[in-house]
């Protein structure tokens, strides 16, 4: 059973950054692509960002590009988000999520993390 475990969410006022990590269990952790996604109040799941098995390619909704990355270490099985000029549109529940296909569409996606919630303020 994969588990994956995020962390590094918090209160932020519009502006700062925080840089969210997504800790997984198992060993074959570089052999499935990773992406972000968020549910703020009231609102469907959207995607937010993926990357590649091997770090080498990474795409972005279009609402969080220029402003947030994503990375990956495979040595470490974490995959990490860091957001910069946040919004308070940001506010949401990010969740990280293993894919088996480098997609937007969270039905790629097997497991899911439990979400760590983003706040920010205006």
């Known amino acids: 059973q994969v588990q994956l475990v995020e962390s590094g969410g918090g209160l932020v006022q519009a502006g700062g950054s925080l840089r969210l990590s997504c800790a997984a269990s198992?060993?074959?952790?570089?052999?499935?692509?990773m992406g972000w996604f968020r549910q703020a109040p009231e609102k469907e799941r959207e995607f937010v960002s993926a990357?590649?098995?091997?770090?080498?390619?990474?795409n972005y909704a279009d609402s969080v590009k220029g402003r947030f990355t994503i990375s990956r270490d495979n040595a470490k099985n974490t995959v990490y988000l860091q957001m910069n000029s946040l919004k308070p549109e940001d506010t949401a529940v990010y969740y990280c999520?293993?894919?088996?296909?480098?997609?937007?569409?969270?039905?790629?996606?097997?497991?899911w993390g439990q979400g760590t919630q983003v706040t920010v303020s205006s």
């Open positions: 198992g060993r074959t952790f570089s052999t499935y692509v």
């Open positions: 990357i590649s098995r091997s770090n080498t390619n990474t």
């Open positions: 999520a293993r894919g088996t296909y480098y997609s937007t569409d969270e039905s790629d996606y097997d497991y």
